[in-house]
């Protein structure tokens, strides 16, 4: 596979990912929750003591297993590794596709950093005005 090849599958990917997560930023959270099958497998709460201690604000929520339960906290803390995973994913992608247009290599670790921004302002706007109304009917339409 030549380099251009490679570098077109990896924008390519990248695209795609991009997709995934404004459908899924679309999904509501009822229709994503792990919390269910979270209480089914983690029935015997592991480590429930210690995480107890754990309590910080996220916004302006607290986040503890006194005031969400266990199954909620543990999600909380999937959901917010699999943000930083797939947003990493998704720059890598682009810095690594990007490098084949690009004369200096690290224009296009900055311009992966600004399609990440770029994205994450689009989600941000996108959760401020109802995604669950704004988004599905821009898909479906």
């Known amino acids: 596979m030549s380099k251009k090849s490679k570098a077109n599958l990896s924008?390519?990917?990248a695209v795609a990912i991009m997709v995934l997560v404004f459908y899924s930023s679309?999904?509501?959270y009822q229709e994503q929750s792990l919390v269910a099958i979270l209480q089914?497998?983690?029935k015997s709460q592991p480590f429930a003591e210690s995480l107890s201690k754990v309590r910080f604000y996220y916004g302006n929520k607290l986040i503890s297993v006194p005031s969400l339960g266990y199954a909620q906290f543990i999600e909380f803390f999937i959901r917010k590794i699999c943000h930083v995973v797939i947003y990493y994913f998704m720059a890598y992608q682009w810095a690594k596709g990007l490098q084949y247009y690009m004369k200096y290599r690290w224009t296009s670790y900055v311009l992966a950093l600004f399609i990440i921004i770029f994205v994450l302002s689009?989600?941000?706007l996108i959760k401020l005005y109802k995604p669950d109304?704004?988004?599905k009917k821009i898909v479906i339409k």
């Open 11 to 13: 924008i390519i990917l």
């Open 133 to 135: 109304v704004f988004l």
């Open 40 to 42: 089914t497998v983690l």
């Open 122 to 124: 689009i989600l941000l």
């Open 26 to 28: 679309s999904v509501s």
